[in-house]
């Protein structure tokens, strides 16, 4: 499949959006670790802001902070959530409920708790009704939210909204699922018909083949790419970032010795 990129953010240690995160993707700056900042979701009226956890935060920032970058309308475009847990804190929380000797659950805990909640706070945040998917693929979960979103632009002629993100459970959960810290990244996928639309670059996704990916350049990165799932988008992240005008190989890693082959291309208008 071939899909234009036209914009694209992140957020995660040390990362703060891509104006910042780009000069550190291009070896411009050392990667410093930091904990992961986040602005406050701003499309959400005041009592919603209060309920969400911070999955739903990071989604809606990754989401926000992707059409403030991008030429197309928040409110007429579909969106890919995808997540390989969710909101961690609700799962743990839910959990200790039901296995106290007075199971209640919250009804708050309940809704913030199912896997699509972030796609549901973005339709309010955006007021949009455009189809939303939200995927779960385990350590996979960016490379199966991309191949869904270029999927939908490649059948439907329309831009996609990808917003993948993963935050880390509390203990006891996090000793059977580490997750680091707080990770996401959002990308705007158009199709190369759109004439006029300026990209970033235009990607080929092929299907997966057998192999494994050799370790990135920085250290501190390679370490984010190892233990965040959504991390595993920084190949291709570092490629966008250092786009020279030529084509460049960014293979994605995936579970049992296999990789997702992406190629970018050098920057044209679609």
């Not at 009226?45 to 989401?63: D, F, H, Q, Y």
């Not at 909640?117 to 939200?134: K, L």
């Not at 199966?144 to 993963?166: F, H, K, N, R, S």
Request: charged share 15%.
């Amino acid at each position: 499949m071939r899909v234009g990129i036209e914009a694209v953010t992140v957020f995660g240690p040390g990362l703060s959006g891509w104006t910042s995160a780009r000069t550190v993707l291009r070896g411009e700056q050392p990667f410093v670790s930091q904990p992961t900042q986040l602005p406050p979701p701003a499309g959400l009226p005041p009592a919603e802001r209060r309920r969400v956890g911070l999955s739903v935060k990071l989604a809606l920032a990754l989401a926000e902070d992707l059409f403030a970058r991008s030429q197309i309308a928040a409110a007429e475009t579909a969106t890919v959530f995808t997540s390989s847990g969710g909101d961690g804190d609700n799962c743990n929380t839910l959990c200790e409920s039901l296995a106290s000797p007075d199971p209640m659950v919250s009804p708050t805990r309940f809704t913030n708790s199912v896997h699509n909640a972030p796609a549901g706070y973005w339709s309010i945040a955006a007021r949009s009704m455009a189809p939303s998917t939200s995927l779960c693929a385990h350590d996979d979960s960016f490379a199966a939210g991309l191949c869904e979103a270029a999927t939908q632009v490649v059948a439907d002629g329309m831009p996609v909204a990808l917003i993948a993100y993963d935050v880390p459970y509390p203990e006891p959960l996090h000793a059977a699922r580490p997750i680091s810290a707080p990770f996401g990244v959002a990308m705007m996928l158009v199709p190369v018909s759109m004439n006029g639309n300026a990209v970033l670059g235009v990607i080929d996704i092929g299907r997966p083949v057998s192999g494994q990916l050799p370790a990135l350049g920085d250290r501190g990165l390679e370490q984010l790419r190892h233990g965040i799932p959504a991390a595993r988008a920084l190949p291709l992240l570092i490629a966008i970032a250092r786009n020279g005008g030529r084509d460049t190989v960014a293979s994605l890693e995936m579970s049992h010795r296999r990789v997702l082959p992406v190629v970018l291309h050098a920057e044209v208008a679609v």
